[in-house]
T-cell receptor, first 116, second 115 residues
C-alpha cells in the first residue's frame, strides 16, 4: 500500500555539522507534509511544514525541501547541536474519511545522534 | 495552559485484562487520534475521530476500542483481544481547518506493559 518511508534509520553527525534527513512518500494525492521531532520518552513535536505548492520552506536553522517529481522530502538542520539529538519523522497528511481534516500518517523515523 | 494530557504515564496489564488509557485536550480541537509506537518503529494509527460521537478505524484497530462522547476526551481501551499490547501509546489532536497549520499536538504518551 501507499506509505511514507525514510531512507536511513540512524544518522550520526558531529556538533556544528549540517544534517540532512530524507523521506520518501508514495501517495501522489498528498498535499501537506510535516516534520516532527521526538525526544526520548516524549510525544512528537512540530518542527516545520510544507504544502505541495512549495518547493522549499525555511525556519530557524531548519529547511524543508519538497521534490514532487520524485516524491521526496528532506529536512536540513544547520549547525547541528547536541539538543537536536532525537528521532525525526516526516508525516504525510492524508484526508480523512469525512474529508474535513488531515490524518497524519507517519514514516518509520530517523534517529539523529549528534556527537560533541 | 492549553495542551493534551495522557494518563497514566505507565500502565501494567495482566493477561486477559482490559485497560483504558485516558486522553484529554483543552485545545478545542475537533480531531483526535491514537497511535501505537513500538521500538524502532514509526507511529501506527489505531483510531481517529474528526468530530464528537464519530470515530473511524485506523490501520491497526483490532483489539482496541474508543469512544468520543465529549470533544475534550478520547479514551482508548486495550482489550484482551489485543495479543501484543506492550507498546508506547500516543494520543494527539488537531484542528480540522484547512489552509492553516494543522499539525498534530501530542500528549506525553502512556507506556503499557503486559505482565
Amino acid at each position: 500500500g501507499e506509505s511514507v518511508g525514510l531512507h536511513l534509520p540512524t544518522l550520526s553527525v558531529q556538533e556544528g555539522d549540517n544534517s540532512i534527513i530524507n523521506c520518501a512518500y508514495s501517495n501522489s494525492a498528498s498535499d501537506y507534509f510535516i516534520w516532527y521531532k521526538q525526544e526520548s520518552g516524549k510525544g512528537p513535536q512540530f518542527i516545520i511544514d510544507i504544502r505541495s505548492n512549495m518547493d522549499k520552506r525555511q525556519g530557524q536553522r531548519v529547511t524543508v525541501l519538497l521534490n514532487k517529481t520524485v516524491k521526496h522530502l528532506s529536512l536540513q538542520i544547520a549547525a547541528t547541536q547536541p539538543g537536536d539529538s532525537a528521532v525525526y519523522f516526516c508525516a504525510e497528511n492524508i484526508s480523512g474519511r469525512r474529508g474535513g481534516s488531515y490524518i497524519p500518517t507517519f514514516g518509520r523515523g530517523t534517529s539523529l545522534i549528534v556527537h560533541p | 495552559d492549553g495542551g493534551i494530557t495522557q494518563s497514566p504515564k505507565y500502565l501494567f496489564r495482566k493477561e486477559g485484562q482490559n485497560v483504558t488509557l485516558s486522553c484529554e485536550q483543552n485545545l478545542n480541537h475537533d480531531a483526535m487520534y491514537w497511535y501505537r509506537q513500538d521500538p524502532g518503529q514509526g507511529l501506527r494509527l489505531i483510531y481517529y475521530s474528526q468530530i464528537v460521537n464519530d470515530f473511524q478505524k485506523g490501520d491497526i484497530a483490532e483489539g482496541y476500542s474508543v469512544s468520543r462522547e465529549k470533544k475534550e476526551s478520547f479514551p482508548l481501551t486495550v482489550t484482551s483481544a489485543q495479543k501484543n499490547p506492550t507498546a508506547f501509546y500516543l494520543c494527539a489532536s488537531s484542528t480540522t481547518e484547512r489552509g492553516v497549520r494543522t499539525e498534530a499536538f501530542f500528549g506525553q504518551g502512556t507506556r503499557l506493559t503486559v505482565v
